[in-house]
């Protein structure tokens, strides 16, 4: 059985010699696997993540493959430090191919942000947000977005009230809550896309529960060593499978014109009914900006 993701997703033959990426996320887990495969195939890498010496690590790899890799380091709590990796996306490339918002995490105990966002909502939704908005005038014809969410967003609701306050936290409501975002962000992106006549696709995933990852580092307990103790078998995710779920909809020829979906097991799927609803992404995407500070991205003809 094959353990290289561009394998498992079906797109070892995809060239991606002319392919400029960024993979936020990408100096472990499920980001670095699909950063490498992509150098693999190809394409020039943009890596991102907090930890200098890690993120230099796949650099030196991507290089290895004949890459053209270069890590950025930026803190996903900080907002100006996600618009220096974007000015830094546009001084160093004439154009984006692909952007993977992959970057997040699970934070057991409660906290605001400097913008007095509570930290789960911010890092995992508002800064791919963020991110999006300040690169969709450097992103080319035919691009794509790929936002990594979870089947986690299921049991959840959008609730705008709890997301600049700490009462009744519960790390897992907030990990919910906020790929329940990620959903109704890419889709509603998608949308706002086709309403500007913009020649690019936005699509989320769902990766699979994966031991390998390093997300089970944030959960409680003995709830980690319990998922480390299962990697390799069948009821779970491997790392690679994981980076497969991000490159279907990112480098396949059958998704190319997908936009808009939520995919899981490499095949577009109906995500729970709060995350389907056009007025909770609308009001997402508004009540974004607003916390962000930032005029509203894509407003012309979207509403």
């Known amino acids: 059985m094959t353990t290289q993701p561009e394998a498992i997703a079906g797109v070892a033959d995809v ?77 160093t490339t004439d154009g984006l191919d692909l952007l993977i918002n992959n970057a997040g995490g699970f934070f057991r105990s409660g906290r605001l942000t400097d913008l007095g ?49 700490l009462d009744e936290y519960s790390g897992m409501w907030a990990y919910s809550h906020s790929k329940l975002a990620n959903i109704l962000f890419s889709s509603e992106l998608a949308r706002r896309l086709d309403a500007a006549d913009r020649d690019v696709v936005s699509n989320s995933i769902h990766p699979g529960a994966i031991p390998g990852s390093g997300f089970s580092r944030f959960l409680p307990g003995p709830i980690p060593r319990v998922l480390e103790a299962l990697d390799g078998l069948p009821i779970v995710t491997s790392v690679a499978e994981g980076a497969a779920e991000i490159l279907v909809p990112a480098l396949s020829p059958r998704t190319a014109t997908i936009s808009g979906r939520y995919f899981s097991d490499q095949r577009p799927t109906q995500p729970s009914a709060p995350a389907q609803g056009t007025y909770a992404a609308q009001r997402l995407w508004n009540a974004s900006a607003d916390l962000l500070g930032i005029a509203t991205p894509l407003a012309e003809g979207a509403e």
């Open 117 to 165: 966002v509570e930290y789960t909502f911010h890092v995992n939704h508002l800064s791919p947000y963020l991110l999006t908005a300040e690169l969709l005038d450097h992103l080319t014809a035919g691009s794509r977005i790929v936002t990594t969410a979870s089947a986690a967003h299921q049991g959840t609701s959008l609730d705008l009230s709890r997301v600049q306050t």
């Open 15 to 91: 060239d991606c010699s002319e392919t400029r990426a960024l993979v936020t996320g990408s100096t472990s887990g499920i980001g670095r696997a699909a950063a490498l495969a992509l150098g693999r195939l190809g394409a020039d890498v943009i890596v991102h993540g907090r930890d200098q010496e890690a993120g230099a690590a796949v650099v030196n790899e991507l290089d290895a493959l004949g890459s053209d890799g270069q890590f950025v380091r930026a803190d996903f709590a900080d907002p100006d430090a996600v618009r220096e990796l974007a000015a830094t996306v546009r001084r």
